[in-house]
């Protein structure tokens, strides 16, 4: 990452003459790298220049306004990134701008949800007291020009109106009850799936619900938890063909034109049909269409929203425990992915990733996802993942038969080896649990490991022997 090399400061200064690019796209990835920067490095991202003009802050918070529905959700997600570091000084900040109101509201109903001393009425109050100012300072320099201004920005306020979706108080006019019925529209579609966990018992608490968003607690529901699916039975391949393509189709088009709320329901849904019994009454047609998933899941996993993460995950270790071996040509793609998503900084998505990779070793015994655990236990740079591997190695030794693993039995041996001298204590000690594992599967090949490490490192693996409980080190 460029941060890595340069001072953020100076990677924003080198950034800025991207702000007004023709592209939604570069502007819309540079929101997310903002964010990242904020989330990554703090204030030292965010440090103003003589000018305030060309404030990285500045580009942020008229970026609210842009003309592209998914560069503003871009810019409040990361104005959400910038309130954890600044806190209330943000409000201060963005009071300063002369907002439209309804771009006002978007940002404040957001900030809310993070416990901002603010409500979207009062954000619409502060805008229309701070346009009054600017729209007599500048009818004073030339009031045909602030006319123009209002009547060229007018169509996109009401486009913006449409495209937030957040817990906003309803706006004036005609544009409030077009942003209602499409806000309806879009709670029947995903009612059917999400309702037991978005059904909140009051205002109050709906307002401290957990949205899933960008590097927060991953909930979509108050308490965090993940939206149950529902058993969906299809009754033919044709009904489960048409359902198929709804998700194919929904999830394909991405992430920056479907909402993230959308996709968690599509995932869930597709869950739906996996417990159903899809897979059993229909699975030749169910894995043609896996195989067309594959890829739209992927992007799932490395969505920024920890909700749509989360889900993901889930999902790939409901695949696993359907299909078990049948898993087998997705399941090195996917453990890629959640290896990739261990070692972010999210806490929920790196316990799901957890949980789903270990779900993945435990339902589908396939030998090429060794090497897969064996490869980074070796070689890897990273300790955090390198430890959870470790587990994931202990889990194969335990679980598996070794006729399972034993074409790749030398990078096992190697793994262990490595997982038992690991720098990290944690790795250690799955490691030396590992070898014990081992003793039990292969004591033959297990002595002969034994006599190529030195005395030290010997007693210390005979004592883990001695300890060993098959499955403890896994429940810890």
Same mark, same amino acid.
């Given at each position: 990452?460029?941060?890595?090399?340069?001072?953020?400061?100076?990677?924003?200064?080198?950034?800025?003459?991207?702000?007004?690019?023709?592209?939604?796209?570069?502007?819309?990835?540079?929101?997310?790298?903002?964010?990242?920067?904020?989330?990554?490095?703090?204030?030292?991202?965010?440090?103003?220049?003589?000018?305030?003009?060309?404030?990285?802050?500045?580009?942020?918070?008229?970026?609210?306004?842009?003309?592209?529905?998914?560069?503003?959700?871009?810019?409040?997600?990361?104005?959400?990134?910038?309130?954890?570091?600044?806190?209330?000084?943000?409000?201060?900040?963005?009071?300063?701008?002369?907002?439209?109101?309804?771009?006002?509201?978007?940002?404040?109903?957001?900030?809310?949800?993070?416990?901002?001393?603010?409500?979207?009425?009062?954000?619409?109050?502060?805008?229309?007291?701070?346009?009054?100012?600017?729209?007599?300072?500048?009818?004073?320099?030339?009031?045909?020009?602030?006319?123009?201004?209002?009547?060229?920005?007018?169509?996109?306020?009401?486009?913006?109106?449409?495209?937030?979706?957040?817990?906003?108080?309803?706006?004036?006019?005609?544009?409030?009850?077009?942003?209602?019925?499409?806000?309806?529209?879009?709670?029947?579609?995903?009612?059917?799936?999400?309702?037991?966990?978005?059904?909140?018992?009051?205002?109050? %608490? =709906?307002?401290?619900?957990?949205?899933? #968003?960008?590097?927060? /607690? *991953?909930? @979509? +529901? &108050?308490?965090? !938890?993940?939206?149950?699916?529902?058993?969906?039975?299809?009754?033919?391949?044709?009904?489960?063909?048409?359902?198929?393509?709804?998700?194919?189709?929904?999830?394909?088009?991405?992430?920056?034109?479907?909402?993230?709320?959308?996709? %968690? =329901?599509?995932?869930?849904?597709?869950? #739906?049909?996996?417990? /159903? *019994?899809? @897979? +059993? &009454?229909?699975? !030749?047609?169910?894995?043609?269409?896996?195989?067309?998933?594959?890829?739209?899941?992927?992007?799932?996993?490395?969505?920024?929203?920890?909700?749509?993460?989360?889900?993901?995950?889930?999902?790939?270790?409901?695949?696993?425990?359907?299909?078990?071996?049948?898993?087998?040509?997705?399941?090195?793609?996917?453990? *890629?992915?959640?290896?990739?998503?261990?070692?972010?900084?999210?806490?929920?998505?790196?316990?799901?990733?957890?949980?789903?990779?270990?779900?993945?070793?435990?339902?589908?015994?396939?030998?090429?996802?060794?090497?897969?655990?064996?490869?980074?236990?070796?070689?890897?740079?990273?300790?955090?993942?390198?430890?959870?591997?470790?587990?994931?190695?202990?889990?194969?030794?335990?679980?598996?038969?070794?006729?399972?693993?034993?074409?790749?039995?030398?990078?096992?041996?190697?793994?262990?080896?490595?997982?038992?001298?690991?720098?990290?204590?944690?790795?250690?000690?799955?490691?030396?649990?590992?070898?014990?594992?081992?003793?039990?599967?292969?004591?033959?090949?297990?002595?002969?490991?034994?006599?190529?490490?030195?005395?030290?490192?010997?007693?210390?693996?005979?004592?883990?022997?001695?300890?060993?409980?098959?499955?403890?080190?896994?429940?810890?």
């Amino acid at each position: 990452m460029a941060l890595q090399v340069l001072r953020p400061d100076v990677m924003m200064e080198k950034l800025s003459k991207l702000w007004s690019h023709k592209s939604w796209k570069v502007r819309h990835g540079l929101l997310q790298f903002v964010a990242e920067a904020v989330s990554t490095t703090g204030e030292a991202a965010l440090v103003p220049p003589r000018d305030e003009d060309n404030w990285v802050l500045t580009y942020v918070i008229k970026l609210v306004g842009d003309p592209e529905s998914a560069v503003r959700d871009a810019a409040v997600e990361c104005l959400e990134e910038v309130y954890r570091v600044y806190g209330e000084q943000l409000i201060d900040i963005i009071n300063r701008h002369s907002l439209r109101p309804a771009h006002m509201n978007a940002i404040y109903a957001r900030l809310q949800q993070l416990g901002a001393d603010v409500t979207p009425t009062a954000a619409a109050s502060t805008a229309n007291e701070q346009s009054a100012v600017v729209s007599q300072q500048s009818r004073g320099r030339g009031g045909a020009a602030a006319d123009d201004y209002d009547t060229a920005t007018s169509a996109i306020e009401e486009a913006s109106e449409l495209s937030y979706s957040g817990p906003a108080a309803a706006l004036a006019g005609h544009g409030a009850r077009r942003q209602s019925q499409q806000q309806v529209a879009a709670e029947e579609s995903v009612s059917s799936v999400l309702e037991p966990s978005r059904t909140l018992t009051s205002a109050g %608490v =709906a307002a401290k619900a957990k949205r899933g #968003g960008y590097k927060d /607690g *991953g909930g @979509v +529901g &108050s308490d965090g !938890a993940l939206p149950p699916a529902q058993p969906l039975v299809v009754s033919s391949e044709r009904e489960l063909r048409a359902e198929m393509d709804k998700i194919l189709g929904l999830l394909s088009k991405g992430a920056a034109v479907v909402d993230w709320e959308k996709r %968690v =329901a599509t995932m869930v849904r597709l869950e #739906g049909l996996v417990i /159903g *019994g899809a @897979v +059993g &009454s229909h699975e !030749a047609c169910f894995l043609d269409y896996l195989r067309q998933l594959k890829d739209p899941i992927l992007e799932q996993i490395y969505d920024r929203r920890s909700a749509v993460a989360r889900q993901a995950a889930h999902l790939m270790e409901v695949l696993a425990a359907a299909l078990g071996v049948r898993f087998e040509p997705y399941a090195v793609t996917f453990m *890629g992915a959640l290896f990739k998503a261990l070692v972010i900084t999210v806490q929920v998505v790196s316990e799901a990733a957890d949980s789903a990779a270990k779900g993945i070793l435990h339902h589908c015994h396939a030998p090429k996802l060794v090497p897969c655990v064996c490869d980074i236990m070796t070689a890897d740079k990273s300790a955090k993942l390198r430890k959870h591997c470790s587990v994931l190695l202990l889990q194969i030794v335990e679980e598996w038969e070794p006729q399972e693993y034993y074409h790749y039995i030398d990078a096992i041996e190697a793994a262990i080896s490595a997982a038992a001298q690991d720098a990290l204590g944690e790795t250690r000690m799955a490691g030396r649990q590992s070898f014990a594992a081992y003793v039990n599967q292969m004591p033959e090949r297990a002595t002969a490991l034994l006599r190529r490490f030195d005395s030290g490192l010997q007693q210390k693996l005979h004592e883990a022997a001695g300890q060993y409980s098959k499955g403890a080190h896994l429940k810890a």
